[in-house]
Each structure stands twice: as structure tokens, then as C-alpha cells.
């Protein structure tokens, strides 16, 4: 278990920038952004940044599931006009 203020050793400076914009530990930004947003596209929209550096954090502070993006749906034969 980490210590208390061990995991501010890995945060960024543009993390800490988001916090003071924000008013709110990053953990807890990516947390209800995770919640709201199905993408880390519109996750690194919504916070400004690049959609690695959001896939990073939000795999950095344990928000693993379902970042992948869907596939394409396959064309279904016998649909044409």
C-alpha cells in the first residue's frame, strides 16, 4: 500500500496544473471523467491533453477497463440497394 504523499512523486507537472485548475486531486478527476466519458478521446478532450497522456494516466492510477476503442461493425451482406 502506498504511503500517503508517495504518489504525488509521480505526478506530472501538467497533472498538478489540471488539479489547480480543476480543485481536485487528478486521481479523482480521472475517476469521474471514467465514469461519464466511454472514450479517452473524450476524456483527453474534455482535460486538454493528448489522448496517450490520458490513456497513460487513467492506466497509471488503476482506470484499466474498457479503453480500447470498439471495432468497426462488419458490413452485413445482402444489405445493398
Not at 466519458?37 to 477497463?65: D, H, M, P, R
Amino acid at each position: 500500500m502506498a504511503k500517503k504523499g508517495q504518489m504525488n512523486q509521480h505526478k506530472t507537472t501538467l497533472m498538478r496544473l489540471i488539479e489547480i485548475k480543476r480543485g481536485k486531486p487528478i486521481e479523482e478527476i480521472l475517476r469521474e471523467l471514467s465514469e461519464e466519458y466511454s472514450l479517452v478521446e473524450e476524456i483527453a478532450a474534455v482535460l486538454g491533453i493528448q489522448e496517450s497522456t490520458a490513456y497513460k494516466w487513467l492506466i497509471q492510477f488503476g482506470f484499466e477497463k474498457r479503453w480500447v476503442k470498439p471495432e468497426p461493425a462488419p458490413e452485413q451482406e445482402g444489405t445493398r440497394s
